[in-house]
């Protein structure tokens, strides 16, 4: 039995956290819009600006899909050699799986890449699976670090593997285009769990196999 276990509540990824908007609140919201809007100065009389409000709601409702959860995430298979003594165990890594998210503190995009390894037990998930897990979490109004821990948190709790890690390079708009306008430092994030905390040479090869690069876009 593993002595860790997933810090994360009842709700897994699967769960809908909300119900679609009404045509009640997308008026109401998109009135809010308007006024934010002209207000900075925007000129909403003209063709490519009318309706921008609705366009705008719209986007951020779809930026934030990962609270609608997801079906699809679940596909499990048993390990090719369940019978193997555990250093012999496979560790599968991920990446980088490319995403958009939006920081919670400016509601701005978070962009980056994720890398997701973990030391099977007895099962393996699906490999599109774990690009579906990425996304379900990073578009939410989240951060960098939560979206590493969510990754971890589901992972364990669906593939109850040995150990979890997940590495998340990103840029972050709300320091590029406001504030210090910083374009060209990117912040990554690490977690780790399970025997990744207490065997390095996982945490090394782990290094290897992902190469460290980055691919995003080269700062202007
Ligand atoms: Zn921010």
Redesign the pocket.
């Known amino acids: 039995m593993r002595s860790w276990t997933s810090t994360a509540g009842n709700e897994n990824g699967t769960t809908k956290l909300r119900e679609p908007l009404t045509d009640e609140e997308m008026e109401r919201f998109e009135g809010y819009a308007a006024a934010i809007f002209s207000r900075m100065g925007m000129d909403l009389a003209t063709p490519g600006a009318r309706e921008t409000p609705r366009r705008w709601v719209t986007a951020l409702w779809d930026m934030t899909e990962g609270y609608d959860g997801d079906s699809k995430i679940s596909t499990l298979f048993p390990v090719e050699c369940p019978d193997c003594p555990d250093e012999e165990k496979t560790q599968r890594v991920e990446g980088p799986i490319r995403f958009t998210g939006l920081?919670?503190?400016?509601?701005?995009p978070?962009r980056g890449n994720a890398w997701v390894g973990y030391l099977a037990e007895a099962k393996l998930i699906g490999v599109s699976k774990l690009t579906r897990i990425v996304r379900l979490y990073a578009t939410r109004f989240t951060?960098q670090e939560r979206i590493c821990h969510q990754i971890a948190d589901e992972l364990a709790k669906d593939v109850q593997p040995r150990g979890v890690i997940v590495y998340i390079e990103a840029e972050?708009?709300?320091?590029q285009a406001r504030g210090v306008r910083e374009l060209s430092s990117r912040t990554g994030a690490l977690v780790t769990r399970g025997a990744y905390n207490t065997n390095p040479q996982l945490g090394e090869e782990f290094r290897l196999l992902i190469g460290r690069h980055s691919t995003l876009s080269p700062a202007a």
């Open positions: 920081c919670e503190h400016h509601v701005l978070i951060s972050h708009f709300c320091t």
